[in-house]
């Protein structure tokens, strides 16, 4: 583990389900990061979900209590780069999880995700806890 991490949304709900491995290695981080991808990720599921009022509550605390990065130019770069890069090997991925790992390029940070398809992509450090 490099310390600086980003959290994709299956890690943000691990969280919030007090997975005691989860809270345990993200104690020992140096830095961590959520792209406003996984907060977009996260008010959505809160909106579809039995407890709405409450979920949506939870998500802007979190939001508000964690450092968000935003995509830049430099992120649009990235997921061009890494989708032409999937599907030159026939390799798609969920459109979010590609911008979430452009994120994670740019700041040259690790993806901290219970997702396999992260692995597919070159030059990127993941962590599934």
Avoid at 29 to 50: C, H, I, M, W
Avoid at 84 to 91: I, K, V
């Amino acid at each position: 583990m490099n310390g600086r991490l980003l959290l994709d949304t299956t890690s943000v709900i691990a969280l919030f389900a007090q997975d005691p491995g989860v809270q345990e290695r993200l104690a020992q981080a140096t830095e961590v990061f959520v792209p406003t991808v996984v907060l977009g990720e996260l008010y959505y599921g809160a909106r579809k979900s039995a407890r709405v009022e409450a979920n949506l509550a939870r998500s802007a605390e979190f939001a508000t209590s964690n450092a968000v990065l935003v995509c830049t130019l430099e992120t649009a770069r990235q997921y061009g780069e890494i989708k032409h890069a999937l599907q030159a090997q026939g390799r798609p991925l969920p459109e979010n999880d590609i911008w979430i790992a452009a994120v994670a390029r740019q700041y040259g940070l690790t993806v901290v995700s219970r997702d396999e398809h992260f692995n597919q992509i070159d030059g990127l450090v993941v962590e599934k806890w």
